[in-house]
């Protein structure tokens, strides 16, 4: 072996060789901070008091000057209400509604939408939404804020919040009498959960738009008036008019969060009217716990994580923030014991109506949309918050493992003259064929990387996720006479069945390997931080799953003992998608179901996995929610590579050389093997 | 060489008995001279009020410039020589409660916003340029009278400025500021083009005294509501419009005009006490160096009324065509004539706001 060729003198600069012998531990290291920097977050060092950035807002600067005038009106529209209700079972009362909009003054519109469900053959629903507007009296149409409350009939499964309603009605009774509106108001009764509020926004902002037939599931249709662009949204949801206490919800679609002006200053003005207001608020009995700072905080924190990481709005607030419109939901909960009842029945609501009324003039009062406050943030604490700043580091250092690996390997990949080495070891062994010994083989012609079959491999792997994604939406699947949730489970699994047997049927070129961990690598790096930035929650719980298998994959054979490899191979198993997805659900019906047997639980988590894909798939197409989107089109594909990588089949270098060196008819290989021939005369 | 050396000698002696002649100059000034420099000059009255900021939640300051506009009028100074810049239109904001109307109080006893109010410079055109040419007497060609400051050699002139201000600026609208050396120049100018006598220069805003740090021209008393480094703060809120009424030294400064009239005797010196540290929670500073008069022997309203130094006289007085012989040869022929008094009534109703 010639002193040149020698691979024990390596040409590599020494930052490589250091980290070459240390990267296990640089990325243990890595990952261990990430995790210690989040659990480090919920410490009160690492935290921040919540503030109000936007003066404009002034919240509590105005006395309220709604009496208990509007609370005899909730009360008396209630039990209107209750009434209709009765005639109503299943339907919503729109005359009602209108006609008590009409009566106090607001220019009253219905608004008709279709839903056409994608599976299901094509079956149709069709639902109705009431809105009133209260025209600014003194400016121009230009920019308005909306009050909603969604209206569940009386059949519905959900909790019974019809009372919200009449609070809405009431407080539009009181607002129509004040002159001091800057901007539009529009009172909103949805129905259909939130669809009802998908349909409204998509006709708000896209009416005029002519939906393509075929691709569109849900047909807003258009509105009879609109109000201008849309600064601020309250949704309200009012189980009874005697409260116990509010709970705020922020979280809405793809995890995207109101400003947190927004949340402030109803945290402000339900404090100033004695509301128990809050992030998550437990009933009064809960609230009493011995738990530490640090506890509690770090629960705070990890049940808003949960709920974001799914993407799915936790009311019907959450649809605003695609639109660029600051909405949250105060939740109102029914109060359980009338004996600790201090006031009257009769004005019971009145508290709840002045927070409204204080809310919706500090809204009033904004000159431009939330934009001084944080739109990235953790609420740790309902007065403290970690802002994206000081979350990112942690994210960051768990994917700065893939790109520290990604560099390493990188620096160190096969080089032509190791290729040649291991050629002639392999032929030196295996064949007593008559090739060139490797000390005459001329290097004249450098050592290509098989760049294009791993790229092919890589647009093969994205292939099938993009499959999951359109697939089971195709007319042929839809008229398969099959549930929603079969129909894509099905298809799922067998595009991942198709991607685990992918690594046994397509075998790399020599070089090829180790090429296709570094693109893995880069690929996976940028979609955590992609993910990350968009919904920190998801980005991190991946990340914080994954990044251990991504430390520890090797594709050498040299260093590794074998059953480190083979647990590693069950590794990336258990860390496929489905599974994981179902391992989620599995853990969730246990905790919900703690009574049944394991086995039942096991299929109920099944069948309910199932669902879960399924209402992702229809999420994503009607709502837009990305979760499907990524657990089918970035980490399945990113699994198939990473499964790749865990099995490494190499092939043998001594049939390689022989596919290579016969000039006539080639074994059957596909056609991504073709193009990456070893050049060598 | 002899001579040369005498020579230096003399111009030596002749220097320090030059020097010590001056200084005993100072010290034996003629006391009618010394009366003089203390006395008004002024011959009219002017102001240039002034609020650079916008938005529903800066109201404060619009009914801080109006109180002020309707104190010096109500001192005398007429319309047209008071200049009223007010960036933005409160009384028209469609979030007040009270549709045209401005207050200062939430008592809401005075709207300050009434009948005759003339705003010169209103909404947009309040731009620190604006500003500038105004001070300057550089305005464009066809720019309105009532938008010229038109004052002469004689004039007293009172600047107030209020707004959102910051270590050496004062912002204008929400996108531009005017720095001190801006301004200080702006008042150089004034002086060298003799557009004032005296000039009393008096800003609410924080930071209140960075603004007049730069200034070097003479006859300049300047104060201001809050030392570099401090906040001023606002008086109260009015919760039924749901916005601050007025800022703390504005109040108090008008708390003491309220009690002036036409002929007080109140002076300016007191007027620089309005607002000590305990009411005002900011360092209200002062700046007399330039300033040649001793502020308490100033009438107070030497800067806001339009009291010149006037001598009534019941006699009957001759006044003699350049070219004619005086008729009136022998005064005793005349025919005798009731001596008259003059009562002055109060320019403003004060007494119905009690």
């Not at chain 1, 009431?170 to 539009?184: G, H, I, V």
């Not at chain 1, 064949?431 to 000390?439: A, R, T």
């Amino acid at each position: 072996m010639g002193l040149l060729s020698d691979p024990s003198i390596s040409t590599q600069s020494k930052l490589v060789d250091g980290l070459a012998r240390h990267v296990r531990k640089v990325c243990l290291v890595l990952y261990v901070a990430g995790v210690v920097w989040f659990f480090c977050l919920a410490l009160p060092e690492f935290n921040h008091g919540t503030y109000l950035s936007e003066n404009a807002l002034s919240p509590g600067l105005v006395y309220p000057e709604i009496r208990v005038d509007a609370n005899r009106l909730a009360i008396q529209l209630l039990e209107e209400l209750h009434r209709e209700r009765t005639n109503h079972v299943s339907t919503t009362p729109h005359a009602w509604i209108a006609a008590k909009m009409n009566e106090f003054g607001l220019e009253t519109h219905t608004h008709n939408y279709t839903l056409r469900y994608p599976f299901g053959g094509g079956k149709e629903y069709h639902g109705k939404n009431v809105y009133g507007i209260l025209r600014a009296p003194r400016i121009a149409s230009t920019e308005g804020i909306v009050f909603t409350a969604p209206y569940r009939a009386a059949s519905s499964v959900h909790t019974d919040i019809s009372p919200s309603v009449p609070l809405l009605l009431a407080f539009a009774d009181f607002a129509r009498r004040k002159n001091y509106w800057a901007k539009d108001l529009i009172f909103l009764v949805t129905e259909q959960e939130q669809l009802g509020m998908q349909a409204w926004l998509e006709a708000y902002h896209d009416g005029d738009r002519v939906p393509d037939a075929n691709r569109t599931y849900l047909r807003p249709g258009n509105l009879p008036a609109r109000a201008g662009s849309l600064q601020a949204a309250l949704n309200i949801e009012v189980q009874d008019l005697e409260i116990d206490y509010v709970d705020v919800r922020i979280e809405g679609l793809n995890g995207k969060l109101p400003n947190l002006d927004m949340f402030n200053l109803v945290q402000r003005i339900m404090a100033r009217e004695g509301i128990a207001s809050g992030y998550k608020q437990a009933p009064r009995k809960k609230r009493r716990h011995s738990q530490s700072v640090y506890e509690q905080n770090l629960r705070g924190m990890l049940s808003m994580l949960a709920s974001q990481a799914s993407g799915v709005p936790t009311g019907n607030h959450g649809l605003f923030h695609r639109y660029r419109i600051d909405a949250l939901t105060i939740a109102a909960a029914r109060r359980q014991t009338h004996a600790t009842l201090k006031g009257n029945p009769g004005s019971a609501a009145v508290p709840l109506l002045k927070a409204i009324e204080g809310i919706s003039r500090s809204l009033n009062n904004l000159l431009e949309r939330f934009h001084q406050s944080f739109f990235f943030y953790v609420i740790v604490n309902n007065d403290r918050y970690i802002s994206i700043g000081d979350y990112m580091p942690a994210l960051v250092a768990l994917v700065a493992c893939a790109f520290v690996k990604a560099y390493l390997k990188w620096a160190t990949l096969p080089s032509a003259s190791e290729m040649e080495a291991a050629a002639a070891a392999a032929s030196a062994a295996g064949s007593e064929s008559e090739l060139p010994s490797p000390g005459e083989a001329e290097p004249d012609e450098p050592f290509d990387l098989p760049y294009g079959s791993v790229l092919i491999y890589l647009v093969a792997t994205l292939a099938i996720g993009y499959l999951c994604n359109v697939l089971p939406l195709q007319q042929y699947f839809l008229e398969i006479p099959m549930g929603a949730a079969p129909l894509t489970t099905s298809v799922l699994s067998f595009l991942s069945l198709i991607g685990f047997i992918l690594p046994f049927v397509v075998v790399l070129p020599p070089g090829g390997l180790e090429l296709l961990h570094v693109a893995f690598l880069l690929i996976y790096g940028c979609a955590m931080i992609a993910i990350g930035l968009l919904n920190f929650a998801l980005g991190f719980f991946v990340a914080v799953l994954t990044v251990p298998l991504v430390i520890s994959l090797e594709t050498s054979e040299e260093n590794t003992k074998s059953s480190f490899r083979n647990s590693i191979r069950l590794l990336t198993l258990i860390l496929n998608p489905m599974m994981i997805v179902y391992v989620i659900v599995l853990a969730m019906t246990f905790y919900q179901f703690p009574e049944l047997p394991m086995q039942k639980i096991m299929l109920r988590a099944a069948t309910a996995a199932m669902d879960a894909s399924a209402y992702g798939l229809i999420d994503s197409v009607i709502y837009g929610n990305f979760l499907y989107f990524v657990v089918s089109t970035v980490l399945l594909p990113l699994w198939i590579l990473c499964w790749t990588l865990a099995l490494s089949k190499r092939r043998d270098y001594a049939d390689y050389l022989d596919f290579d060196e016969a000039p006539s008819p080639q074994p059957p290989a596909p056609p991504a093997q073709r193009q990456a021939k070893l050049k060598r005369n | 060489m002899k001579n040369m050396y005498g020579k230096l000698l003399w111009l030596l002696v002749i220097f320090v008995a030059k020097c010590l002649a001056d200084g005993q100059d100072t010290s034996v000034l003629p006391e009618g001279y010394v009366d003089a420099a203390q006395r008004s000059t002024h011959t009219n009255n002017w102001a240039v009020l002034v609020d650079a900021s916008r938005f529903w939640f800066n109201y404060r300051h619009v009914a801080n410039v109006l109180s002020i506009y309707r104190s010096v009028k109500r001192l005398g100074i007429p319309d047209s020589q008071i200049i009223l810049m007010i960036a933005d239109d409160m009384a028209c904001n469609a979030r007040n409660p009270r549709p045209g109307q401005v207050y200062n109080n939430a008592n809401q006893h005075i709207n300050v916003y009434g009948d005759d109010v003339e705003v010169d410079y209103r909404g947009y055109e309040v731009t620190v340029e604006n500003f500038v040419r105004l001070l300057t007497g550089r305005t464009q060609n066809g720019t309105a009278r009532s938008k010229k400051l038109l004052s002469d050699a004689g004039s007293n002139v009172l600047i107030y400025l209020t707004g959102h201000g910051g270590d050496g600026f004062l912002k204008f609208q929400d996108s531009e500021e005017i720095t001190s050396q801006e301004l200080a120049d702006g008042i150089q100018q004034m002086w060298e083009k003799k557009r004032y006598n005296e000039l009393f220069f008096m800003v609410d805003t924080c930071q209140a005294a960075s603004l007049y740090e730069k200034f070097t021209s003479p006859n300049v008393l300047a104060v201001a509501s809050s030392l570099v480094g401090e906040d001023s703060l606002s008086h109260h809120v009015d919760p039924s419009i749901g916005v601050y009424m007025i800022d703390r030294y504005t109040y108090y400064a008008l708390e003491f005009l309220e009690k002036v009239q036409p002929f007080s005797k109140r002076t300016i010196g007191e007027f620089l006490q309005v607002c000590p540290k305990r009411v005002c929670i900011s360092t209200v500073g002062v700046r007399k160096d330039l300033y040649r008069r001793d502020p308490h022997k100033v009438p107070i309203t030497d800067f806001f009324g339009a009291i010149r130094p006037t001598r009534v006289s019941t006699d009957r007085i001759n006044v003699t065509m350049a070219n004619e012989d005086d008729f009136v040869t022998n005064e005793k022929e005349l025919p005798f004539k009731k001596p008259f008094k003059i009562v002055l009534e109060s320019q403003f109703p004060s007494e119905f706001f009690k």
